[in-house]
Every structure is written in C-alpha cells, then in structure tokens.
C-alpha cells in the first residue's frame, strides 16, 4: 500500500509539473503573439509615415486614427518634454535617449516611461523625434497574474489528485476489512469538506487555462493539423475537470447543508412511544426513565425519531437483554436533553479516556453478524450536527456506554 500511495504522489506530481509546463507555455505564447501584433502594427505605420508626402506628424496623425490599437504619437521639437499630439493608453513622458532613438528607429522596443510602452521612433533631425507608443502595462500584468494562477492550480491540483487518490485508498481498504468501516467514514466526512473548499478555489485558475485553450483553437484555426490536436485534447481534459469540481462540490453541498423539515411536535410523547416499544420487544429488561411531559419542539419530527431509534435498537443489538437501562428527556432553558445509558460491556478501551468527550470511535472489532456496521451512531451525530446541537459520549456509573445530546428547541 505504501509503494502505491508513492506512485500515486509520483504521478500527480508529474501532472502538476505538466500542468505549470503548459500553462506558462500557453501564457507565454499568448503575450508573444500580442506583442508581435503590436509590432508589426508599429512597424507597418513607420514605413508608411516615411513614405508620406506630407510632414511626418501629420501623417501619423492621419495614419494612426482608425488603428484598430490606440497609439499615442508624440513629437518632440527641442529638448522638453514631448507634446503628445494623439493620446491613448500610452503616456509618452520624456524624450528618447540617443541610444532608445537609435534601436527604436530600426525595431520595436519597450521604453519604460509614465507607462511601459512598445515603441517606434524617427529621427526627424535638428533634435526633433516623431514617438508612437503601445501600452504594454495590461498585457504584462496579465501574464503575471496568468502565471501566478497557474502555479496555484498547479499546487490544488497536486493536493486534490493526493486527496483522491489516498480516498480511493481508502475504499479498497474497506472493501477488504469491514473492521475499518468507522475509520473510512469519518475521512469521508473529512474528503467531503476538503472537496467543498478545493473545489470553489480550483474553478477560478481552470476557467483561466480554459479560456486560453479556446483563445488558442481561435488563433490557429486548422493551420497546423497537430498542434490543433493537441489544443483539443487539452480543451477536452479541461472540460472534464470543470465537470468533475461541479460534481464534487454539489456533493460537498448536500453534504453540509441538508434540507430539514421543521415543525412543531411533542417529543414527550414520541420518546414515550419508543420506551414501550423496547419494553414490548424485551419484556425482561429493566428500563428506568425519566421523560418531561408536554415538551414541543421545533425540529424533524422523522429525524428525531432516528435519533430514539438508534438508542433503543443499539441496546437490543450491544448489550444482554437482562443489562439495565436508564433514560431522560428533560428541558433546561432552551436547550433539550437527552441521558442515556446502559449496563452493558460498554465502549473498547481507549474510546473515552477523560471521561465524556466528543464522539470519536466505536467498537472496530464489530462485525454485522453482531450488530452492523456502526453506521447507527454516526448518523445520529450527524442528526445532532444538522440540529446545531452536541453529542457526547463516554462510560456509565452502570458499567456500560453514556450517551449525552443536547439540542436547541
């Protein structure tokens, strides 16, 4: 189990490492191929600037009109600062240095002033320079935010594929030991909450990589036959992801919030109901109790009764049928008690060792030709959890299982 639980880390960490490896691919080509296009649309307004019959200014103002990206033209004619005669995003805010004139005359190049612009130059001569500019601020600052999504997801990813595969693990476990039945449903409970939180976290970073994968099928639009392959067995993995999150996190939901009828109803007279049936059902066992009358509550009234179903029932499976019985139902405030316990064998040892504590692990070496599964308890504690209310359990003066629940009314 242990060589299988270290190839299952193995493999998702490979698919972590996959994951960062071609999202920050992806990325990456996204922000060359925007800046490409910003360069050949600087490039392409140069060559026609020069090869205007008219003043280089105002051709650019004439060329640079309908660019499908706002360029900002600046022109400087003395040493100041530059007049900015069309303005966009970009903010031209000094004058080129001989050296950024020199390349930006030949090619695009980044020049960091008021913004981070793309830019391309001419030197008009007697230290006059005609500017055009891109802001590139948006576009860095999406790749990094692209970037950091990615290793993100990539680090969910890595716990989720750990969470999934030591609860598959754990199934098998199951499967082959009914002994370990407790153990498994409490790391469901446990899987459950985790997959409610990954799963909200995990839907920002794939719907990220999602768009860019569809963003890719655009630009590429059959042009290269195997790269676009590739594209859609990405764009199909992703996809089955994002089904997979919604699946597991409706599941963690249901599982958090359950749907409960509420409505007025004497428990008195329901716990009274359940007293005489266990005494009809064991006529030699002693029962003590102790019900307040007239007690209404509003809560299920079928819930409740699981509740007083499984105390009884778990007396007639656990315990000799000659083991006394003690229990109350009484009202403090606005709170409902219920006491019980039994002189039976009681809790294995270790399952309470400071006395009442929060329920933790019943009797693993029970099987179901004993007296099932265990499930018993555990859905009460989860009855008790739904009603906001607390179970303790511990040893009884009598020798065997106490039982203490307390819920609001």
Same mark, same amino acid.
């Given at each position: 189990?242990?060589g299988?639980?270290? +190839?299952? $880390? =193995?493999?998702? #960490? @490979?698919?972590?490492?996959?994951? &960062?490896? /071609?999202? !920050?691919?992806?990325i990456?080509?996204?922000?060359?191929?925007?800046?490409?296009?910003?360069?050949?649309?600087?490039?392409?307004?140069?060559?026609?600037?020069?090869?205007?019959?008219?003043? +280089?200014? $105002? =051709?650019?103002? #004439? @060329?640079?009109?309908?660019?499908? &990206?706002? /360029?900002? !033209?600046?022109?400087?004619?003395?040493?100041?600062?530059?007049?900015?005669?069309?303005?966009?995003?970009?903010?031209?805010?000094?004058?080129?240095?001989?050296?950024?004139?020199?390349?930006?005359?030949?090619?695009?190049?980044?020049?960091?002033?008021?913004?981070?612009?793309?830019?391309?130059?001419?030197?008009?001569?007697?230290d006059?320079?005609?500017?055009?500019?891109?802001?590139?601020?948006?576009?860095?600052?999406?790749?990094?935010?692209?970037?950091?999504?990615?290793?993100?997801?990539?680090?969910?990813?890595?716990?989720?594929?750990?969470?999934?595969?030591?609860?598959?693990?754990?199934?098998?476990?199951?499967?082959?030991?009914?002994?370990?039945?407790?153990?498994e449903?409490?790391?469901?409970?446990?899987?459950?909450?985790?997959?409610?939180?990954?799963?909200?976290?995990?839907?920002?970073?794939?719907?990220?990589?999602?768009?860019?994968?569809?963003?890719?099928?655009?630009?590429?639009?059959?042009?290269?036959?195997?790269?676009?392959?590739?594209?859609?067995?990405m764009?199909?993995?992703?996809?089955r992801?994002?089904?997979?999150?919604?699946?597991?996190?409706?599941?963690?939901?249901?599982?958090?919030?359950?749907?409960?009828?509420?409505?007025?109803?004497n428990?008195?007279?329901?716990?009274?109901?359940?007293?005489?049936?266990?005494?009809?059902?064991?006529?030699?066992?002693?029962?003590?109790?102790?019900?307040?009358?007239?007690?209404?509550?509003?809560?299920?009234?079928?819930?409740?009764?699981?509740?007083?179903?499984?105390?009884?029932?778990?007396?007639?499976?656990?315990?000799?049928?000659?083991?006394?019985?003690?229990?109350?139902?009484v009202?403090?405030?606005?709170?409902?008690?219920?006491?019980?316990?039994?002189?039976?064998?009681?809790?294995?040892?270790?399952?309470?060792?400071?006395?009442v504590?929060?329920?933790?692990?019943?009797?693993?070496?029970?099987?179901?030709?004993?007296?099932?599964?265990?499930?018993?308890?555990?859905?009460?504690?989860?009855?008790?959890?739904?009603?906001?209310?607390?179970?303790?359990f511990?040893?009884?003066?009598?020798?065997?299982?106490?039982?203490?629940?307390?819920?609001?009314?």
């Open positions: 189990m242990k299988r639980n270290l +190839y299952w $880390s =193995a493999l998702a #960490l @490979l698919v972590s490492l996959l994951t &960062i490896f /071609i999202g !920050v691919a992806l990456q080509s996204n922000y060359v191929a925007e800046i490409r296009s910003i360069d050949k649309l600087l490039t392409q307004d140069i060559h026609d600037i020069k090869r205007s019959i008219s003043g +280089y200014p $105002s =051709a650019a103002l #004439l @060329l640079t009109q309908d660019s499908p &990206i706002p /360029i900002t !033209v600046g022109f400087a004619a003395d040493p100041g600062q530059p007049v900015q005669i069309r303005d966009s995003g970009a903010r031209i805010s000094r004058r080129l240095t001989t050296s950024e004139l020199a390349k930006a005359g030949g090619t695009p190049i980044t020049v960091q002033m008021a913004t981070r612009n793309r830019v391309r130059a001419i030197d008009m001569g007697d006059q320079q005609l500017i055009l500019a891109i802001d590139v601020d948006n576009l860095a600052r999406n790749r990094v935010n692209g970037l950091r999504l990615t290793f993100v997801f990539a680090l969910l990813l890595f716990f989720f594929s750990q969470t999934i595969s030591r609860f598959s693990s754990s199934r098998r476990d199951l499967r082959l030991a009914q002994q370990n039945l407790e153990i449903q409490e790391r469901q409970r446990r899987t459950q909450e985790f997959l409610g939180d990954a799963s909200h976290e995990l839907r920002t970073p794939l719907t990220v990589i999602k768009g860019y994968t569809e963003l890719l099928r655009m630009r590429d639009q059959g042009a290269n036959p195997e790269v676009g392959k590739q594209i859609d067995r764009h199909a993995e992703i996809v992801m994002e089904e997979l999150i919604n699946d597991l996190l409706l599941l963690a939901e249901l599982g958090e919030h359950p749907a409960l009828e509420l409505a007025p109803f428990v008195s007279l329901q716990a009274l109901g359940f007293i005489e049936d266990a005494q009809l059902l064991q006529p030699g066992r002693e029962i003590n109790f102790s019900v307040e009358p007239g007690i209404v509550v509003n809560a299920s009234e079928k819930l409740m009764a699981q509740i007083f179903s499984n105390i009884f029932s778990n007396a007639r499976r656990h315990t000799p049928e000659n083991a006394q019985i003690r229990f109350a139902l009202r403090e405030g606005s709170k409902l008690h219920i006491d019980y316990d039994d002189a039976g064998l009681g809790f294995p040892e270790g399952f309470a060792t400071h006395g504590r929060h329920f933790a692990r019943f009797d693993k070496s029970r099987s179901r030709a004993t007296g099932g599964s265990g499930l018993g308890l555990s859905l009460v504690e989860a009855i008790v959890k739904a009603f906001n209310g607390k179970i303790l511990g040893k009884s003066d009598l020798g065997g299982v106490q039982m203490r629940i307390e819920l609001p009314i």
